[in-house]
């Protein structure tokens, strides 16, 4: 059984910093497609970044936020620097690329 566990969102001022981490068990993050998607309040869920062969980001966080993996602790993490409000959202790790499996999610809010 497949479980992603995500920690380390908050409430942080816009120009900070936050990392979010996704423990999976069930699965291997180094031989797996890992991403990390984000939902906005009326808005449709949207791709921020991945991790397999190679790293992908979306155009909005490129230059602020790094996808890296704990392969040793079977962690994904997303380090996020330089926040801004249109940064809030809910964020979910997901793992797989044909069937994907998601986390609970954990809020990131940016604001002053």
């Known amino acids: 059984q497949v479980q992603l566990v995500e920690s380390g969102g908050g409430l942080v001022q816009p120009g900070g910093s936050l990392r979010l981490s996704c423990a999976a068990s069930g699965i291997i993050v180094s031989r797996d497609r890992m991403g990390w998607y984000r939902q906005a309040p009326g808005k449709q869920r949207e791709l921020v970044a991945t991790?397999?062969?190679?790293?992908n980001y979306a155009d909005s966080v490129k230059g602020r936020f790094t996808i890296f993996r704990d392969n040793a602790k079977n962690t994904v993490y997303l380090q996020m620097n330089n926040l801004k409000p249109e940064d809030t959202a809910v964020y979910y790790c997901t793992a797989g690329a044909g069937r994907v499996y998601w986390g609970q999610g954990t809020q990131v809010t940016v604001s002053s």
């Open positions: 991790i397999y062969a190679v790293t």
